[in-house]
């Protein structure tokens, strides 16, 4: 069985520093906002050369917190992607705005930024770029927009710790960078946690209110917040791993050359990198107008594979519920109906993708 992510492999190839990790933690049982928590929000703000991060409780929360920290709520608009984890518009309907889905561009499936000025009213509040699958987004024209309509910028980097634009690492470049800790994505912990990061002072310090109840000092509120702290436990483990990020992500894009060479049908598309870009390949995701005939042979060879994402967000039910407005976003529809992801992992083997790429050359 060869599964998306073994998240077994990478345990054991760095068991001992975790246990000690996790241990360490309950003998100093300092478990909430503890010296791990703030060793790693420091650790990750320097990784990104920024003066704050602000741990929380999720990734879904890293967005959420920064939107409300923005003052965005009821009646504004907040232009994102059709063709991300529900996550990304979720936290926009929970404050009461209005998510508006722009088109993406087939070849990085991320939003194509010739389409967002056209969606731009008077009620725009933000934009949320995600860095799908690990590339980034076109982060120049998206912040020239920005400032032209002094609209904010908050990245959605759940799949995409460590890629770079222009030199830039993601996160960097908008208002701020929100990240998942989430077990499968690049940077991960063994459970739930996210981070914000921001050279904004004032912002960093409202998501650090809102993350604790609304509060800065013990029992004294000035705001209705959330109890949504990041764990003490998932920051020692995520400490550990940070240090071999890079390295992880090398062993990625490796993985990644090691697929586009062994895949030879001339029926599927392969990933690209735009120039300037570094991706970090959170997911290796094809192409195919036969997917679903692709994933039955790689399922019966025993190999995982999986559609990110079969329905794109503008014709998810809740939202057609709730919006009552039917858009046509055709490069998007057409990609949720060909794409399929391959299993990804540092630890994956140079024989284990010549494997599935055979499986694939034959079933196409
Ligand atoms: C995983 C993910 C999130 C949410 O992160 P959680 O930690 O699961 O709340 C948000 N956006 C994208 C693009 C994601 O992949």
């Known amino acids: 069985m060869i599964p998306m992510v073994d998240l077994k492999k990478q345990y054991h190839n760095l068991k001992n520093e975790i246990d000690a990790a996790i241990s360490d933690v309950l003998e100093q049982t300092r478990f909430i906002l503890g010296p791990n928590v703030s060793a790693l929000e420091e650790e990750i703000a320097a990784y990104h050369d920024l003066s704050h991060a602000v741990g929380v409780a999720n990734g879904t929360d890293a967005l959420l ?189 490796k993985n990644a050359a090691f697929y586009c060479a062994a895949i030879k049908s001339k029926d599927i598309i392969l990933p690209t990198t735009v120039s300037d870009c570094e991706h970090v390949y959170h997911q290796f995701t094809i192409r195919a107008k036969n997917r679903d005939v692709l994933a039955g042979a790689l399922q019966k060879k025993d190999i995982a594979s999986a559609v990110y994402y079969p329905v794109p967000l503008h014709q998810q039910e809740v939202f057609l519920n709730l919006y009552n407005v039917s858009v046509k976003l055709p490069q998007c529809e057409k990609c949720a109906q060909e794409v399929l992801s391959l299993p990804m992992f540092p630890e994956l083997s140079r024989e284990e993708i010549i494997f599935i790429s055979d499986v694939i050359n034959h079933a196409s």
């Open 65 to 253: 917190l920064a939107l409300r920290a923005f003052g965005i709520g009821a009646g504004d608009e907040v232009i994102t992607t059709p063709f991300t984890f529900i996550a990304t518009a979720e936290v926009i309907a929970l404050l009461g705005a209005t998510p508006v889905f722009v088109d993406i561009c087939p070849e990085t499936f991320n939003l194509d930024c010739s389409r967002i000025a056209e969606k731009i009213t008077t009620k725009t509040k933000a934009i949320i770029p995600v860095h799908l699958f690990g590339h980034p987004a076109e982060m120049a024209p998206i912040m020239e927009i920005a400032g032209k309509y002094n609209i904010k910028v908050i990245e959605d980097c759940a799949q995409a710790f460590g890629a770079k634009y222009n030199g830039r690492k993601v996160g960097t470049i908008g208002d701020v960078g929100c990240f998942s800790f989430f077990p499968s994505k690049n940077l991960a912990g063994y459970g739930d946690g996210g981070m914000v990061i921001t050279n904004n002072e004032e912002i960093a310090g409202q998501i650090k209110i809102l993350r604790n109840h609304g509060s800065a000092k013990r029992y004294y509120h000035q705001a209705i917040g959330y109890n949504s702290r990041l764990d003490e436990i998932q920051a020692a483990i995520i400490r550990v791993k940070l240090k071999k990020i890079d390295q992880f992500n090398e062993a990625r894009r």
